[in-house]
Each structure stands twice: as C-alpha cells, then as structure tokens.
C-alpha cells in the first residue's frame, strides 16, 4: 500500500520556473518508476515526464523537453519535476504517480491527489 502527496504548486508568471514534489509514503520507494502528469483545464490527462528505479533514466514529453527535469532521491523517497520557462499552456492540475512493477514507468499503480501549477500571461 502506497501514498503519494504531491506538493509546490502555485501561481507563477510565465517564463518563471517552479518545483514540484512528490513524496512516496511505503516501503521500497527505489523498486518503484515514478512519473509526472498534467491534466488541464477541458484536457486529457497527459504525460510529462518519468523515470526509472535508478534515476538513470528519464522520459519526457516533446512539449516540456528541454524546459523540465524530473529527478529522484532514494533516501528521501521523494521525486522532483523542475519546471523551467513556464508558459501559460503548463496550466494543469500536476499528479505523480508509481509504477511498481516495471523497471522504467509503463503504468500507474499509484496516484497522487495532484497540485494546481497556473501560469499567468
């Protein structure tokens, strides 16, 4: 059983850079891929960017590469989205999620409850 609590939300202008985490509440954190989504406003939810057991290897969306770094710390059971650049189109409420069967993410077993990120023009 597994608890994910996403937290650094907040109004931002664009072009200002942000941080979110995501602390993992369970036991063998380093055995899970983790990942970022976004869902916004009248939109899917939509893949921003995971990564592996070791951290060694990460994913991103063509749409924040570049502009975001996703990264963990084992001791900390804690996983980061850096956010860089922001732009209003980054407006979304942001989940994380755990995938504890795959070595890099293919599935959430696990959700977040999600935190607001709203970029201002």
């Known amino acids: 059983q597994v608890m994910l609590v996403e937290s650094g939300g907040g109004l931002v202008q664009a072009g200002n850079s942000l941080r979110l985490s995501c602390t993992f509440y369970?036991?063998?954190?380093?055995?899970?891929?983790m990942a970022w989504f976004r869902r916004a406003l009248g939109k899917e939810r939509e893949f921003v960017a995971s990564?592996?057991?070791?951290?060694?290897?990460?994913y991103y969306n063509d749409s924040v590469k570049g502009r975001f770094t996703i990264s963990r710390d084992n001791e900390k059971n804690t996983v980061a989205l850096d956010m860089n650049n922001l732009k209003p189109e980054d407006t979304a409420v942001y989940y994380c999620?755990?995938?504890?069967?795959?070595?890099?993410?293919?599935?959430?077993?696990?959700w977040g409850q999600g935190t607001q990120v709203t970029v201002s023009s």
């Open positions: 999620a755990a995938d504890g069967i795959h070595q890099v993410f293919s599935r959430g077993d696990y």
């Open positions: 369970g036991r063998t954190f380093g055995s899970y891929a």
């Open positions: 990564i592996s057991w070791s951290g060694e290897n990460t």
